[in-house]
């Protein structure tokens, strides 16, 4: 993806109107998706989001936690203030019209909240 000069690699990119730069690239997004690590952490919520919230495209931002169960979406419609899901929340992607549960983005994942959550549901 290119912004602000440089090529930038999310995890997850949805684009509308199939503005494309190349086979790889846009400068359209309308939701860019991040699962955090450790490695990435910082740089994906500092560096990247303030690059991606200047694209005018751009209708929201979403951090996956990779080793806790935390999902975290920055709106335009919300002023790019930050909210929160945990386990039992629904997360709803205005952008794509989409509602879904984090349980749903963690169905694959085993981190140590995930095994704990399941362990307390399934005892």
Do not use: H
Not at 2 to 8: E, F, L, N, R
């Amino acid at each position: 993806m290119k912004c602000a000069g440089s090529s930038i690699y999310p995890d997850v990119v949805v684009v509308c109107d199939e503005q494309f730069l190349d086979d790889y690239s846009t400068e359209s997004p309308v939701l860019i998706v991040e699962v955090l690590s450790k490695a990435t952490r910082q740089r994906d919520r500092q560096v990247k989001r303030l690059e991606y919230l200047q694209l005018p495209s751009l209708q929201e931002y979403m951090l996956i936690e990779q080793d806790t169960v935390e999902v975290e979406v920055f709106r335009r419609s919300d002023s790019w203030r930050p909210s929160y899901y945990y386990w039992g929340d629904m997360v709803v992607l205005e952008s794509v019209g989409l509602s879904l549960s984090v349980e749903s983005i963690y169905e694959r994942v085993r981190n140590e909240d995930v095994i704990r959550f399941l362990a307390d549901i399934n005892p």
